[in-house]
């Protein structure tokens, strides 16, 4: 391995051939160099890593490669995996991407990142019925861990299965933070005098029997909570509780009580609605 590293090394540094390789190359539109072109982020464990290879010719003109021209190659699997001569980030760290194209060789430093801890994001509270505006109705996440989290890609639906919305690129829970989704923030705005951070979703919560959904971006559940018994096409489960709780006057919030998800009605209770607090 330490060899692989010390050859992978000395062609990365061998990229800009001799001059007495290529006699012609005042006068031929010679390849000096390649480059790799990957975007300037972290990656999730998981990510496609959309790097491409370009050709620096001796006049000044760049061209891409086409990927079966080049070999990509890393300098650890674990980390950036090369499947079908792409490079994918495989798992959390730092590794070397190599192209090798002809006698060039060049390297880029990949970061790939874990992927967020979704079990410390829950819903916190749900104001399905609120005291004046039928839509001022609201729906707050948690993040219940001391990082924050990006929640991209998570999405919120209810029970009924007519309403779902998908977290923006860039949506992030600060560190024991909560963030707001308002049904219409107009109307959320009417009742609490503030804009929530988040735009209106449209999803319309019924008052007697509801379910809401919080799910990870590949679709599997987050958390769940089920108001009033649950949607009749998404009723409670047994062991979630003896009797239809929790179960919030009009005016009222559906709020947790407990940091630690036991996927019980008790785990909830009833408050004076609290956005953002
Ligand atoms: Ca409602
Ligand atoms: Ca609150």
Request: glycine letters at 6%; aromatic letters at 10%.
């Given at each position: 391995?330490?060899?692989a590293i010390a050859v992978m090394f000395t062609l990365c540094t061998c990229a800009y051939p001799a001059p007495s390789n290529y006699p012609n190359d005042t006068?031929v539109n010679a390849i000096t160099g390649i480059e790799i ?15 491409t290879c370009v050709a620096l010719y001796a006049d000044?003109i760049r061209k891409t490669l086409s990927n079966d021209a080049v070999q990509w190659e ?11 001569n ?10 070397l991407l190599y192209a090798h194209y002809e006698s060039f060789s060049e390297a880029k ?169």
């Amino acid at each position: 391995m330490r060899f692989a590293i010390a050859v992978m090394f000395t062609l990365c540094t061998c990229a800009y051939p001799a001059p007495s390789n290529y006699p012609n190359d005042t006068s031929v539109n010679a390849i000096t160099g390649i480059e790799i072109i990957v975007p300037s982020r972290e990656f999730a464990v998981g990510d496609d890593i959309p790097a491409t290879c370009v050709a620096l010719y001796a006049d000044g003109i760049r061209k891409t490669l086409s990927n079966d021209a080049v070999q990509w190659e890393s300098s650890d699997q674990q980390v950036c995996a090369i499947v079908e001569n792409k490079p994918r980030a495989a798992g959390k760290g730092r590794a070397l991407l190599y192209a090798h194209y002809e006698s060039f060789s060049e390297a880029k430093s990949i970061s790939v990142i874990a992927p967020p801890d979704y079990s410390k994001i829950l819903i916190g509270e749900v104001y399905y019925d609120p005291a004046q505006l039928a839509d001022a109705e609201f729906i707050e996440v948690w993040n219940t861990s001391d990082e924050d989290i990006d929640i991209r890609g998570c999405s919120i639906s209810e029970g009924g299965g007519l309403y779902s919305w998908t977290f923006p690129a860039d949506t992030i829970i600060s560190a024991y933070g909560k963030i707001v989704l308002p049904r219409n923030s107009e109307s959320f705005f009417q009742e609490f005098k503030f804009y929530p951070e988040l735009p209106s979703s449209n999803i319309t919560l019924g008052n007697s029997g509801e379910t809401v959904i919080l799910k990870k971006p590949d679709g599997s559940i987050i958390d769940i909570v089920f108001l009033e018994g649950g949607d009749v096409k998404y009723p409670q489960p047994i062991g979630w509780c003896a009797s239809n709780l929790p179960n919030a006057p009009k005016g009222y919030s559906a709020t947790r009580v407990a940091l630690q998800n036991s996927s019980t009605c008790a785990d909830w209770d009833v408050r004076q609605p609290t956005p953002g607090e």
